[in-house]
Each structure stands twice: as structure tokens, then as C-alpha cells.
């Protein structure tokens, strides 16, 4: 098996997210299969060592083969004919369209039996794929990991003489580049299988849910890994003692640091993190309304980030006002492998989760999330069967309860997130069941080894 994995960033050659490290880490996993990543030339992207070994006649693309640093793997570049690409400029359409022609074109005498298309610049090609009888035989599985779909009439010249494709271009209506992925790919997989559940709703599928619908047979949720190289207690360098699941004595010692450094009141309460990204989506908003009644619970509370001006507003108005709640508007990841080393608990009342990794981070960690029954969230949060969790004498909690090693809940109130907190801090009392927790959280394997087995079977079922 042969694939093609088309993307728009690639670290260390081009980074605007973080995807581009998730594609890094993703291109390294050990493989039983050829695994060849494609990337645009955009401006940033600095070729040092490339050669040509491809140039497309119909586009004027050429195709530039660089090697990763202090490696003998490859990443193939596109580059238009004096000038680069730009996916944001205001041709970015036609951009699109060059990036994508291009693809196909290379692909027409290849043997590769798959192409992989990571997110929306790249979902064109299925389309593509489909439409020319000499890349049709070609596979296609288009993955989004951000879906924001953008809802406007794209590419209205598209045209096929396909009977066929046609139709089915025909039934979609409103041609939208999102939608072309979504509709042709073979398969399409996002960031988590609850997330993959929850799109094809109204709440969720953002006007494309009756799409997701009717794909849902070929829909996959595949987590993102976590790199155990960086986020690991045992060989993390920037932690006061590495620890393992059986020398918890040494997370005692973290976190007796961490509450001298910050200036909290009780190192035998449970302290609990609040870190990454104040915004809207993930929760923020609840947490700063929670303040006054968390402030009287025997817990510290540590809110460590950046994000939405509103909201940076509203906290560092608060600073010093609560003595067992420390804020800071900051991010810097050596503090944030500190306040893992740590923490207790952390707190993701997030309001959307497609994915994420901050409660796998905190897994590794033995830090037992405090958690929104949302998206991504679900997959690898475990809670125990409690009164609280009841409904109509149902159990919201997972079946395999025994692997317990979080918190979770539903309603998007106040009381509940306070509910909830006091629910855990009352567990962490109880040593011997908090050990549980936290000896399960840091067995769990989240690597990106795992999700690219995922993905090998996904393009298995390709051929079925």
C-alpha cells in the first residue's frame, strides 16, 4: 500500500498551527507501508537541499523533493512557476484549484493506492480524483480536524462528463469545497468518534448534518496522538522530579513546589488547572462566573493562558482577589509541563471538543480531567457510576467503568461545573480510589502510534 498524504503544513518546513506538528509526529510513526507527505510551497516555506524530480505540463507545477533534518524521509513540495502558493490571498480559489490539478496530475501515472487529504484546502481532490479516468482507481479518505466549514458558493465552474458524478454534483446544490470532501472522498474521518457522532446532528453539522448523514457508514473519529517523547512525567526536563504511575511520591513533591511558587494557601488541598486557551468555546466564560463559589471551596485554582481580549479583561480584574485562586494571562509550555507535574485535577468545561489533547497530556500526567460530556472529550474520559449520573435510572457514565479516570458533566450551568468539582474534590480524599484514578489515567496509550493503526484500517476498509 502506497499513500499520498496531502496536507498544508508540515513542521519543521511550514507551521501556522499546531497541525503542523500533528502532521510531523504522524509522518514519523514507524509503518509497514509507504507514507509520502505532499505539502504546498508557500513564501515561509524554505527549501534548502531540494531538487525537482517532477514538473506538470498543464499547471507549470513542479514538484520539489526536500529531506527532513538529521533524516532520510522525504516530504514532496508543490510550486507553481515563479510565484507560491496562497490560500488566503483573494485568488485563493484559483490557488486551490492549481494546488489540486497539480495533485491529481502527478498522481496520473503513479502507483500510489491511496490519497490522504488532510482538512479544506485539500477536499477538491477527491472530486478530482473521481472525474479522471487515469487517478480513478486511486482511493480517497478526507480527514478535517478543524471544522469550520466556510458557506459560500465555491468553484462554480466545476463541470464533469461523468453521467454519474454529475448527479450526485447535481443533488449537492450549492457547490462548497467542504462539501466536495465530505460527498466524494471514500472515506472521511474527524478527531474523535463522539465528535463523529455528534456532526450528524443539527447542533453540530453546522448546515452540512444531512451530508454527514448520508456518509455516516463511512465516517471514522481517530483521536490525535500525544508525542511521549515531550509530554512524559518519567522523561520530562522540565519538572522538578520524573515520576512513573508507581513513584507517585515524586508528583507529591511537583506539586508542593508548584503550590510554594504560586503562593497558594493548602498543599493538601486539591489544585486544580485551568490552562491553554481562554475562549468562548472552550468554557472560560462559565469558569470566571464560578469564581466567587469556587473561592469558598477548599480547593486552590490555578486559570494559566491567553485568548479572547474580553476575557483577559475580566481576569485580570480578579487577580489577588481570591487567596486560593492564582491567574496569570500567559502562556509559555515549560510552565505548562510544571502545572501538569503538579496538578490534581484539570478543568475542561469546553463547550465544543472536537478532538483535543489536553486531557491526554493530562492523562500521562496522572492529572484526572474535571470534564464536559462533549466530543472528543468522551473518548478517552472514564467515569465511575455515581447517583449524580443517573437519569431515569440510566447511567450516563461509560459501560467500562472499571478503567474510571475522570469526571464528567452535562448541563452548561454554573451548578453543575460547581456540582462537579465538589464531587471530585470529595473522591480526592478518599486516597485509595483517587490512586485508581490516577494509576488508570497514566496507563491509557494515546500515541500517535495507535491513531495511525486507526487510520491503516480505515484505508483497508477503502478497498472492501
Not at 72 to 92: G, H
Not at 159 to 173: H, P, Q, V
Not at 192 to 216: C, T
Not at 323 to 347: S, T
Amino acid at each position: 500500500m502506497k499513500v499520498a498524504a496531502v496536507m498544508t503544513e508540515l513542521f519543521p518546513f511550514y507551521r501556522n498551527t499546531k497541525f503542523a506538528n500533528d502532521m510531523h509526529q504522524l509522518t514519523f510513526v514507524k509503518k509497514n507501508i509507504e507514507y509520502q507527505p505532499i505539502i504546498p510551497m508557500f513564501e515561509r516555506v524554505k527549501l534548502k537541499a531540494a531538487k525537482v524530480i517532477y514538473t506538470d505540463k498543464e499547471t507549470s507545477v513542479s514538484v520539489f523533493q526536500e529531506t527532513f533534518p538529521n533524516s532520510n524521509r522525504t516530504v514532496y513540495i508543490f510550486k507553481p512557476k515563479n510565484k507560491y502558493f496562497d490560500f488566503e490571498a483573494e485568488d485563493a480559489d484559483e490557488n486551490i484549484v492549481l494546488f489540486s490539478k497539480a495533485i491529481v496530475n502527478y498522481l496520473q501515472d503513479s502507483d500510489y493506492s491511496i490519497v490522504h487529504c488532510f482538512n479544506e484546502e485539500t477536499a477538491l481532490i477527491p472530486f478530482m480524483i473521481k472525474n479522471n479516468p487515469k487517478t480513478n482507481r486511486i482511493k480517497s479518505v478526507f480527514t478535517f480536524t478543524n471544522f469550520n466549514p466556510q458557506h459560500h458558493e465555491f468553484l462554480p465552474e466545476i463541470k464533469t462528463s461523468d453521467s454519474y458524478l454529475e448527479s450526485i454534483l447535481a443533488e449537492i446544490g450549492v457547490i462548497e469545497l467542504f462539501k466536495l470532501g465530505i460527498v466524494f472522498a471514500d472515506k472521511i474521518t474527524t478527531t474523535s468518534k463522539n465528535y463523529a457522532n455528534e456532526i450528524l446532528s443539527e447542533e453540530f453539522g453546522l448546515g452540512l448534518e444531512s451530508f454527514f448523514l448520508q456518509r455516516s457508514k463511512d465516517l471514522y473519529g481517530i483521536m490525535n496522538g500525544v508525542n511521549y517523547k515531550i509530554w512524559n512525567p518519567s522523561k520530562d526536563k522540565y519538572i522538578a522530579r520524573n515520576y512513573s504511575a508507581d513513584e507517585l511520591g515524586e508528583k507529591i513533591r511537583n506539586k508542593d513546589v508548584l503550590i510554594k511558587e504560586l503562593g497558594l494557601p493548602d498543599k493538601k488541598w486539591p489544585l486544580i488547572i485551568f490552562g491553554g486557551r481562554l475562549e468562548y468555546r472552550k468554557g472560560i466564560d462559565l469558569v470566571i462566573n464560578c469564581l466567587p463559589e469556587l473561592s469558598k471551596l477548599k480547593i486552590n485554582l490555578v486559570i494559566y493562558g491567553t485568548g479572547e481580549e474580553e476575557y483577559q479583561i475580566r481576569l485580570k480584574e480578579m487577580i489577588g482577589r481570591f487567596p486560593n485562586v492564582f491567574i496569570k494571562i500567559d502562556f509559555n509550555e515549560q510552565i505548562a509541563h510544571k502545572l501538569l507535574a503538579g496538578a490534581d485535577f484539570i478543568l475542561l468545561p469546553t463547550r465544543v471538543e472536537p478532538g483535543g489533547v489536553s486531557h491526554l497530556y493530562a492523562l500521562k500526567y496522572g492529572v484526572i480531567p474535571i470534564a464536559r460530556r462533549v466530543g472528543g472529550l468522551l473518548d478517552a474520559i472514564v467515569e465511575q457510576v455515581s447517583v449524580n449520573n443517573m437519569v431515569n435510572g440510566n447511567s450516563l457514565s461509560s459501560a467500562n467503568n472499571k478503567n474510571f479516570n475522570g469526571f464528567l458533566f452535562t448541563s452548561y450551568y454554573e451548578n453543575s461545573l460547581i456540582d462537579i468539582i465538589r464531587e471530585a474534590a470529595e473522591v480526592y480524599y478518599d486516597k485509595k480510589i483517587f490512586r485508581k484514578y490516577i494509576y488508570n489515567a497514566m496507563q491509557a496509550d494515546w500515541s500517535w502510534k495507535q491513531s495511525f493503526i486507526q487510520y491503516l484500517e480505515v484505508y483497508r476498509k477503502c478497498f472492501e
